[in-house]
């Protein structure tokens, strides 16, 4: 039977990245993936810096534009123009991004096998194309509608929200240079918004918000593109996907498995971003599982500990933000008029502030409006700070 220290099931940028820290510290890897490489995934494509920073290589050679100006506005109505003082994110596209990140994992020692049914047996069995696979430990990294989670009886208590976007070449869309700026469509669609998000020789248009907005999803992109003079069938590779989104009930690692990225359901709720996160959970996968495989320890769960001690500050007020937008929409909007929410708005998306409430004056106080806002409303949702 073929032997490995770890098998991890997925290979997005959680997978990929907790493979090349894994092998980079010579334990024997293997990445196991159910698509053929290179493979596409729904997403914006946009990688925050705070996002870049957890990287263990640089990523320029699959970088496709670098954005410095945001335009936000309210349900198509008043808008805002911010010019960070620096290159706040990088725009790719997950084709190119992911194969890169798996070329990275193998150069550095993984193996990787694409276009394989994987069946995870228990937390030191798999079956690989039916062929058995033991393991030292299991890291699930297989996105939102994976089967690791639900196998080994991890995750749960996540909420999905849904998104759907497509492409559209330069030429076909009017309104001037797109490059260098991102546009967020703000109280559009209940629990998320609108984007248009800038790349080499085309923009992103998507539309994202709760579960439950799945059968309107269309409606939305509808009403955002015909603000741009653009109709909906212009848009090519038309996807949706869901947007997994982890409470404190989520079991995120027991004995010797754990989950990662969105199979953990780690997401920011009110941005929908999730690379920052499948990076940070990918890279304390590789920390714990290493100190296990070591001895250091007999399990994984100091891995989920160590994640919510990381992530819950950022994600709990995201959660608060998602639910004070979407309920007082006008006022959210008003303090995004000031530049010193901005400031702390840049300070997050560069990794500058981990999270609101590391604030400073005036910018804190604008946090704290937000969370009052949260709580008005009641934020269901909100994990613990
Ligand atoms: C429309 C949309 C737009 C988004 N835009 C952005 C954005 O601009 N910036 C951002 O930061 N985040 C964005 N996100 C979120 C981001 O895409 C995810 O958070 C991110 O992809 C999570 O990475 P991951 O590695 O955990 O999972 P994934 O990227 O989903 O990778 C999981 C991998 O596991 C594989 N897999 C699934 N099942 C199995 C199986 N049974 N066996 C083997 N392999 C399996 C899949 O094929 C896939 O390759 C967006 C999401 C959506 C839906």
């Not at 890897?29 to 996002?51: I, M």
């Not at 699959?62 to 198509?76: A, G, N, Q």
């Not at 990076?279 to 007999?298: D, K, N, Q, Y």
């Amino acid at each position: 039977m073929e032997r490995y220290d770890v098998a991890i099931v997925g290979a997005g940028p959680a997978g990929s990245t907790a493979a090349y820290r894994l092998a980079r510290a010579r334990a024997r890897v293997l990445l196991v993936e159910k698509a053929r490489f290179p493979r596409d995934k729904p997403c914006g494509g946009g990688l925050t810096v705070r996002a870049v920073r957890q990287l263990p290589f640089s990523i320029e050679p699959v970088v496709e534009d670098r954005i410095t100006r945001t335009r936000c506005r309210l349900r198509y109505g008043p808008k805002i123009e911010h010019q960070s003082p620096r290159v706040v994110c990088l725009m790719t596209q997950r084709r190119r991004l992911d194969a890169f990140l798996v070329e990275q994992a193998v150069a550095a020692g993984a193996e990787f096998r694409d276009g394989v049914h994987v069946a995870v047996d228990s937390e030191t069995e798999l079956r690989v194309d039916g062929r058995p696979v033991e393991v030292g430990a299991v890291i699930g990294a297989d996105g939102a509608n994976g089967i690791t989670a639900r196998s080994l009886g991890l995750g749960g208590a996540i909420v999905n929200g849904v998104a759907l976007e497509g492409n559209l070449p330069y030429e076909e869309l009017p309104g001037g240079s797109w490059h260098g700026r991102l546009v967020l469509e703000l109280g559009t669609v209940p629990g998320g918004y609108g984007w248009i998000f800038p790349k080499g020789d085309h923009v992103n248009v998507g539309v994202g918000g709760w579960g439950d907005q799945g059968p309107h999803l269309r409606r939305h992109l509808r009403v955002l593109c015909e603000h741009y003079g653009i109709e909906l069938r212009q848009l090519s590779d038309l996807r949706g996907h869901r947007l997994p989104m982890r409470r404190p009930a989520t079991l995120l690692a027991r004995g010797r498995a754990l989950v990662v990225g969105d199979a953990a359901g780690a997401l920011d709720p009110v941005s929908g971003d999730g690379i920052y996160e499948a990076l940070v959970t990918a890279r304390l996968a590789a920390e714990h599982t290493l100190e296990m495989l070591r001895g250091g320890v007999a399990g994984l769960e100091p891995y989920d500990t160590a994640v919510r001690r990381e992530l819950d500050p950022l994600a709990s007020a995201g959660w608060g933000a998602k639910i004070a937008l979407d309920r007082y929409p006008r006022a959210v909007f008003a303090l995004m008029r000031l530049p010193v929410t901005w400031r702390v708005l840049d300070g997050l998306v560069l990794g500058e502030v981990s999270h609101p409430g590391e604030a400073r004056g005036a910018g804190l106080k604008a946090m704290q409006v937000i969370r009052g806002l949260a709580r008005l409303a009641g934020s269901p949702h909100m994990a613990p700070a």
